[in-house]
């Protein structure tokens, strides 16, 4: 396996993927490098659902390996919100900030608690597998922003692991402890254990 596609139209997601997978492939194409343009809907409430089609409805048209990430952040205080709906919470990353430390106003340090969760899909077609893997980092959502680097919810997720707040961190300090790159190393783990 020499190609594969991250079944992502989301540019720091590609970015972060692609680095920690960088030694096992020549070439990786997002969904934004394929002209045929093929849509799947996100439309399950599990992230594990979502990331097996995503990677198996890709894999199978351009019939190369695919992964695919599903991912979200849930916020105790707000029940779990946004959840699986994450990228769907406001229009863009701006939006989707204020809008969650809009939710969150008045909601004192201890109780901001949060966790990023990410299940990320391997899919084969050759030999018709699906693999899917989780990981997961805990911290807490900050009262303003802070860095610029990442995507997302990152300027406003601290970790206490690392004592700061992902926007504060390269793609390959990030890489080591977040959700998406704990699961990337369980899938690597699976992936050097398995028989060819
Ligand atoms: P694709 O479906 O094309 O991959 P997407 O952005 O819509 O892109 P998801 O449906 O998995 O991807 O939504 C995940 C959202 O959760 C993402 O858009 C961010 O808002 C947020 N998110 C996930 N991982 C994140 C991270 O590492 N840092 C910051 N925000 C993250």
Same mark, same amino acid.
Request: glycine share 10%.
């Given at each position: 396996?020499?190609?594969?596609?991250?079944?992502?139209?989301?540019?720091?997601?590609?970015?972060?993927?692609?680095?920690?997978? $960088?030694?096992?492939?020549?070439?990786?194409?997002?969904?934004?490098?394929?002209?045929?343009?093929?849509? *799947?809907? /996100?439309?399950?409430?599990?992230? #594990?659902?979502? $990331?097996?089609?995503?990677?198996?409805?890709?894999? /199978?048209?351009?019939?190369?390996?695919?992964?695919?990430?599903?991912?979200?952040?849930?916020?105790?205080?707000?029940?779990? !919100?946004?959840?699986?709906?994450?990228?769907?919470?406001?229009?863009? =990353? #701006?939006?989707?900030?204020? !809008?969650?430390?809009?939710?969150?106003?008045? @909601?004192?340090?201890?109780?901001?608690? $949060? *966790?990023?969760?990410?299940? *990320? $899909?391997?899919?084969?077609?050759?030999? =018709?597998?699906?693999?899917?893997?989780?990981?997961?980092?805990?911290?807490? @959502?900050?009262?303003?922003?802070?860095?610029?680097?990442?995507f997302g919810y990152d300027?406003?997720?601290?970790?206490?692991?690392?004592?700061?707040?992902?926007?504060?961190?390269?793609?390959?300090?990030?890489?080591?402890?977040?959700? !998406?790159g704990r699961a990337i190393? #369980?899938?690597?783990?699976?992936?050097?254990?398995?028989?060819?």
């Open positions: 396996m020499k190609d594969i596609i991250i079944a992502t139209t989301n540019a720091g997601k590609f970015r972060e993927i692609r680095s920690l997978i $960088a030694g096992g492939f020549e070439r990786f194409y997002s969904l934004l490098d394929l002209h045929d343009q093929v849509t *799947v809907d /996100e439309n399950s409430p599990f992230y #594990a659902e979502n $990331a097996m089609k995503k990677a198996r409805k890709i894999g /199978e048209h351009f019939g190369m390996a695919a992964l695919a990430d599903d991912s979200g952040l849930e916020v105790k205080a707000l029940g779990g !919100r946004p959840g699986v709906h994450s990228s769907r919470y406001g229009k863009d =990353d #701006a939006h989707r900030i204020s !809008r969650l430390l809009g939710e969150l106003e008045g @909601i004192p340090w201890e109780e901001r608690n $949060a *966790v990023f969760k990410a299940y *990320v $899909a391997l899919h084969i077609p050759q030999k =018709d597998r699906c693999y899917v893997f989780y990981g997961e980092l805990k911290g807490y @959502i900050g009262f303003e922003e802070h860095g610029t680097n990442g300027p406003v997720f601290y970790s206490p692991e690392l004592d700061r707040y992902l926007a504060e961190l390269s793609t390959e300090e990030k890489n080591i402890l977040s959700h !998406r190393a #369980a899938l690597k783990r699976f992936i050097g254990t398995t028989p060819k």
